[in-house]
T-cell receptor, first 113, second 111 residues
Framework: DTEVTQTPKHLVMGMTNKKSLKCEQH?????MYWYKQKAKKPPELMFV???????INESVPSRFSPECPNSSLLNLHLHALQPEDSALYLC????????????FGEGSWLTVV | DQQVKQNSPSLSVQEGRISILNCDYT??????FLWYKKYPAEGPTFLIS?????DKNEDGRFTVFLNKSAKHLSLHIVPSQPGDSAVYFC??????????FGAGTRLFVKA
């Protein structure tokens, strides 16, 4: 079972709203990721958590705030987003950094209006 | 700086024939390579991987070939099926957290 579950699948939010994207995996993976993907572009790394600690922040604006409450959950808190932040947000996980296959969820489509 | 390049944005193949998707990389530290398939409105699905200690890995209809001296890998799909129509991403990592993706190649398999 290589399932990563993301909610919601679709989200429309205004530029003054606060919302959150959620991700869950029960595979015992200790590394969890947020990627952003725009149309006709490759997934672009945003954040990596390893053993529930933030390991990589790819210079993401502070209007995106990740949180890893436990080893199975990963959140992405959104506040004061811009229309150009509209994209597919992908959560992914892998066993640990040394094991290199990452498994993606189906993504959350975000539209900022 | 694109470390992983997929120079063909699209590829069209007849059903039953071979599909060959190509990928080039520049970072000699990459030691693990992956292929993902993506349908519209879905997340990428892992297809097949290869370690730098191998030059070929096969899984059913999918075979990945790695040429380290040329820094080139390819994905062969034989026989191609209409359901294989999707965007294929090549990815590479150097043992750490980061996995770098190519821009993708859209495969059309015609019935």
């Amino acid at each position: 079972d290589t399932e990563v579950t993301q909610t919601p699948k679709h989200l429309v939010m205004g530029m003054t709203n606060k919302k959150s994207l959620k991700c869950e995996q029960h595979m015992g993976h200790r590394a969890m990721y947020w990627y952003k993907q725009k149309a006709k572009k490759p997934p672009e790394l945003m954040f990596v958590y390893s053993y529930e600690k933030l390991s990589i922040n790819e210079s993401v604006p502070s209007r995106f705030s990740p949180e890893c409450p436990n080893s199975s959950l990963l959140n992405l808190h959104l506040h004061a987003l811009q229309p150009e932040d509209s994209a597919l947000y992908l959560c992914a996980s892998r066993v640990e950094a040394a094991r290199n296959t990452i498994y993606f969820g189906e993504g959350s489509w975000l539209t900022v209006v | 700086d694109q470390q992983v390049k997929q120079n063909s944005p699209s590829l069209s193949v007849q059903e039953g024939r071979i599909s060959i998707l190509n990928c080039d990389y520049t970072n000699s530290m990459f030691d693990y390579f992956l292929w993902y398939k993506k349908y519209p409105a879905e997340g990428p699905t892992f297809l097949i991987s290869i370690s730098s200690i191998k030059d070929k890995n096969e899984d059913g209809r999918f075979t990945v070939f790695l040429n380290k001296s040329a820094k080139h890998l390819s994905l062969h799909i034989v026989p191609s099926q209409p359901g294989d129509s999707a965007v294929y991403f090549c990815a590479a990592s150097a043992g750490g957290f980061k996995t770098i993706f190519g821009a993708g190649t859209r495969l059309f398999v015609k019935a």
